[in-house]
């Protein structure tokens, strides 16, 4: 124990008690200084640094997900002041819930467009303003512009560009002879306009990642390959590609996590609409448990189903990308 | 070793500060460092007629909440019992008051639609003896809106503001069509006449501006054709009235073939068309108005016209609550601030009536009915249905507790089919009849 802590200790103990010491008490005395000495140790020291962290974690994301998975097998209202056990019921109520199954497959079909894009497009992109100059720094900046940007502020906007009457671009496309094209209101067109958006938000944080991983390969990769006589393409599809692989993999998999997760540009911009086309399985989520059910059992059901199938689609490309390594 | 123990101490006053902020206003109030009751001494000091600070919770985010506060502000400064009104804005007002009342916590006025009575009526104080305990009279509320805040013989809500819907006009586009510009359409026969005179395909101008993106807007026209989607029937038990019945599928067959006919857009947003000039008419709530001023657009407004259910008004009402989280000298101050809104001051300024002519909201007193500032405003007088005798329930039993599930679950899965799907309007209603009654089966159990 270091002379502070021990002083600490004795200075206490002698403000309290001018008796003799007792056995038990001198005990305490002891442990309570060898406690305070192991957290003055580098390793115990660690702990307290994590704390705060472990602390934040517990309570923002540990407790909320075991009470998900608890309020899962009741029946719940929002104000959480009175809960029924029901069982399973939830969950079988579910599975034939025809608006969850539409918001699942919405959901697999938002992924399925934005992925790829946001995967292979970005990394693409990405290799174009790999180098350091000016003109790519200022590209990045564009890309990365809309990340910072706040969720309402573009759903707002680009309702306002491609509105189908009053929007602006909507108006381009007609003097070109295009018509109006109803990007909000087409069953079959509103899904791509939501993933479009949701892409043009969040292509910037792919592209930047991708490019701190391009700035990293190996320069004398690419020299060997030039003396080999690859052009750019098969530098690019040779050494840039299975260099970044592990950043590839990262990507997809938050990128994969996140369109699952869809929920703020659908709210700003379709609310689901139009006649659920666009309902993703979060929005349902959320009116079920704010906006007209107050249902937060049933609610939670959906999440601990949606953060299922998320587990399972990232353990097997976490898998994939071990197996890889 | 110093350098170390400094850096443990921070980590560890950062780990105390962040479990600080989540420690309870109740907790903190429990003891006090003499070891007595914190509360126990401010209740003492209430009771001795001491200061009294009422939390006052609401959603009012946009340019209401300024004059809102500025209102509060007055009264926090006029009023001679000491109670000070500490108000607290929410854009996300359900998630607050969820989390406030889960945790065991909360204000002790709220603010907001009398439907959230349903949600949360445990956490809500019976103030039907507000007229008692102060200078409001019963009788100059119109009965019709107190009694969508009141549940048998208690109330739970005094109204604050009546949020109705309204047929917008256009007057230039009327005028451009040949049209009366001072005068709407009385009847939806006309509606759909006018829409087809107003329209030009050329100038990219509809005539009519239904919405199938709006659910209220959608709720309060259905409702005048085919009148309330739930009533109660005969052995008092909750009914759905959508299969059969005619007026929906009349309201449904009408919108189709205005989609059809291109005399409305198939759109989600009719605001923007509207304040574009765009839109010869439309139907929607108060806030239209100042889109419309901004935009400089030549507007007329009336009372959304009747159809085949008959006379009617149908409104929203948000009112003031007094939750339980108020002790008795709360409560009391409540009681003084809602009695000081719907009062009259010395200059003859009341706060209601102020609110409603610069918001454009019709009044739920009968007194500024007949005031002379309130009828000189053309603006609110159109919007305000004079007989007061004529029921508001606003597309359900102003009793029933599933009103947000008909508006936000039912409601769509009648429009939408028919305009997307091209399903009929019989089929549609046979669907959201299987729908409602499932959603009427909870609170008949």
Redesign the interface.
Known sequence: MSNFAQEFVDAGWEQKCSQPLRKDDQMNKKSIGKLFGYFQSAEGSAYIFLLPSIILLLMFNIIPLLMAFGLSFFDVPMTLDSAKFIGIENFRDAFSDSRFINSLKVTAIFTAIEVPVQVFGAMIVAAFIAKNDLKNKFFRAIYFLPVICSATAIGIMWKMILHSNVGFFTYALSTMGLGRINFFNDVHLTIFTVAFISIWRSFGISAIIYVTAIQNVNSSLYEAAKMDGAGSLMQFLNVTVPSIRPTFWFILMTRFAGSLQIFDIVFMTTNGGPNYTTESTVTYVYSRAFSSGSQMGYASTLSVILFVVIMIVTVIMNKRMNAEE | ??R??V??LL??T??VV??AG?GSTSAAKVEGASGTSVAAEENAEKAAGGPVTIKFWNGFTGSDGDELVELVDKFNSENKDGITVEMDISASL??Q??SA??AGDGPDLVLFSSASRF??G??LQDISDIFDKTSLDKGDFIEAYTDYCSEGDSLYLVPMEIVGFYLYWNKDLFKDAGLDPEKGPESWDEYVEYAKKITNAEK?I?GSGLC??YNYQMSHIVQRFGDLAVTKDNDGKWKANFDGNTGYAKFLDTYKSLVDSGDN?????TD??MT?G?LGMTVNGPWLTSGMETAGINYGITTIPYGDAGKMTSAEVIGMAVTTFASEEEKNACYKFIEWWNSKDANGDCPSEKWSLDFGYPTYLKSVLESDAYKANEKVMSMTNTDTSLRADFIVDSAFPGI??I???VI?KMT??V???GKNADETLSECQKLADDIVGEYNE
């Open positions: 070793m110093k170390r123990l850096s443990v980590a560890a950062m780990t962040s479990l989540c359900d998630e008051l969820a009342f889960a949600t949360y445990d956490y990219n509809y199938y993106g857009p198939l759109t989600d947003d923007s068309m574009a765009q947000g599930k508006i936000n679950d769509p939408q089919p305009l997307f799907d």
